[in-house]
DNA sequence: TTAATTTACGTGTATCGTAAGGATA
DNA sequence: TATCCTTACGATACACGTAAATTAA
């Protein structure tokens, strides 16, 4: 068996099952997948996919079972490429970050400038999605971690490092009737037109649940993937705004008024994930312990988030 | 980099770093390792052993994480062989346990003859070992698993299935004056020659450890590997022996005396141990299956082991 | 018909074994 | 000196690419 075997084995799977499209991903010409297909089920005595004539359709049992041993396997060789490159290469590479817009606009930019600094042969990429696609990327190895908020915590495959915790503000223009109100209630928030973050996003679940515990109908007229967008709307006099209240920004925002939601959400806590099984380089180690100190440091200060408690 | 490269390396670690007996291990001329080694120092750009001269002396930090990895590489490599396996010879194949005398001896006769005859075509091999030799047998994939008492149970890699539990008993020879009397102290056995197993076996800490905690200094004339030794020197009349009470067989042991201790030490139990990432085929299941069963069967009967209740 | 896969065949590469040369205990 | 490792070299095997044949959509 033959490593290659098993890295077509996975590009067949991650193409849909396409042998064209799975050569072009390992700049192969198709035979030699082909080829590659035949000698491991060959070797295996069993067809690894299931096929309707030439085409391949989908993974068979025993498909499943080595697929799933195919990925340890890459993995691993993986790792060992990053040991080597640890020790050749040490502060040479690439970084590669799965995250929300909230984060990539918010909490990394210092973090970010700094890191550059110490390791200016550290080439940064940011990979932005929705959770559920974070979660993805960092499961399939295609960032070396992903900062979630939502992430499907009971995943034991995944190494969870609690980053920091953070709640929610209202934010409204200034003449609205809320503005100067104090202790606002769900009941307040239900009766002006909402706008908030897309379902499924940055820990909207949470706010959706908590209306409903308390039989509370909102009226979201608008929802957005990123705080901007929401802020911008409100500015628009759409509706009142829900955002994290990290997000709000006193010098830039000045023309809107933030009131804290803290008492009426749970709070939201964002981890860093990465498979369990995946080696980290040195550089890596070092962005998320500087990750780590930037929100213990200002997060503190501006009191909008802080370093989770668990 | 190639999975045969791999093999080399793991070859060479369990070789003692002997390139020579590792070629051997591998079916191949040592001239081919040196190759080999060179083209994966090369890849990686790093020496993975520490050399005196020619030869090799000791893994790098290097080539202990990629070591590490490789074996991962190879655990899920053999799954694979394994899973082909089950699809093209279902009920053909191997079943290595690693085990104890007592176990082989006293537990897994029925069991055995039972999953012979369901499986004709399986051939079984018993690897007998002190428990520590039998966790590295089945950490290195050499048994499929290991049934062991005194396993390393901090060890996160395995998974541990408990299957019985089992206390000591007494023996002696009908004449001698603890032959008669009732509730045995740990202070009478203090008294006599004691007869027991090997320290590091079977549970043995547990027993010097009570005595300790009793203050007590047994005397111990004779310490054995397997209940069988015991017995007959207790028959030679050289002391009294302990031993776990489901080695003592009514029929053939009726001429010695058999005393149960269970309320003087505390209850042992052994487990079945292997690697979390290892793919038991089918057959491998049912053993352990009807190994479970037979416990709970015969266990009760006898009185002498059961079902552990965690 | 078009797109996708298999099969046949030739080429280049890389691994293995032989054998000779150095280094260590 | 005996054991162990490296290097050079030739034979073999094998994976890849080209191209033609075969089969679904």
Redesign the interface.
């Given at each position: 068996?033959?490593?290659r075997q098993l890295r077509t084995l996975i590009a067949l799977v991650e193409s849909q099952f396409n042998m064209s499209r799975a050569a072009e991903k390992l700049n192969l010409v198709q035979s030699a997948l082909s080829q590659q297909l035949n000698r491991l089920e060959n070797?295996?005595?069993?067809k690894l996919f299931i096929r309707k004539g030439k085409r391949l359709k989908n993974l068979t049992s025993?498909g499943e079972?080595?697929f799933k041993?195919?990925l340890?396997?890459l993995?691993?060789?993986n790792?060992?490429?990053s040991?080597?490159?640890?020790?050749?290469e040490r502060d040479f590479g690439v970084l590669s970050i799965g995250t929300t817009h909230m984060q990539a606009r918010y909490i990394l930019p210092p973090v970010i400038k700094y890191f550059s600094q110490l390791y200016p042969d550290v080439e940064l990429q940011i990979h932005q999605g929705t959770p559920q696609q974070l979660v993805q990327l960092a499961m399939n190895y295609e960032v070396d971690f992903s900062m979630c908020t939502e992430a499907l915590v009971d995943n034991s495959q995944f190494t969870l490092i609690p980053c920091y915790q953070w709640n929610r503000s209202l934010i409204v223009p200034p003449e609205h009737p809320l503005a100067n109100k104090k202790d606002i209630s769900l009941k307040d928030l239900c009766d002006y037109p909402l706008i908030t973050y897309v379902a499924g996003f940055t820990g909207s679940r949470h706010v959706l649940q908590t209306f409903k515990a308390a039989k509370l109908q909102p009226h979201i007229v608008l929802s957005a993937a990123d705080s901007d967008i929401i802020k911008s709307y409100v500015r628009e006099q759409m509706g009142i705004g829900i955002i994290a209240s990290l997000a709000y920004d006193k010098t830039n925002d000045s023309d809107l008024k933030c009131l804290d939601l803290a008492k009426l959400f749970p709070w939201e806590i964002t981890r860093i994930a990465y498979p369990k099984?995946k080696?980290l380089r040195k550089y890596q180690q070092v962005f998320i312990q500087l990750l780590l100190k930037q929100v213990s440091k200002h997060g503190s200060e501006s009191g909008y988030f802080c370093l989770p408690e668990e």
């Open positions: 068996m033959e490593i070797e295996l005595g069993a025993v079972e080595v041993q195919a340890i396997v993995s691993a060789i790792n060992i490429h040991v080597g490159k640890e020790y050749t099984d080696y």
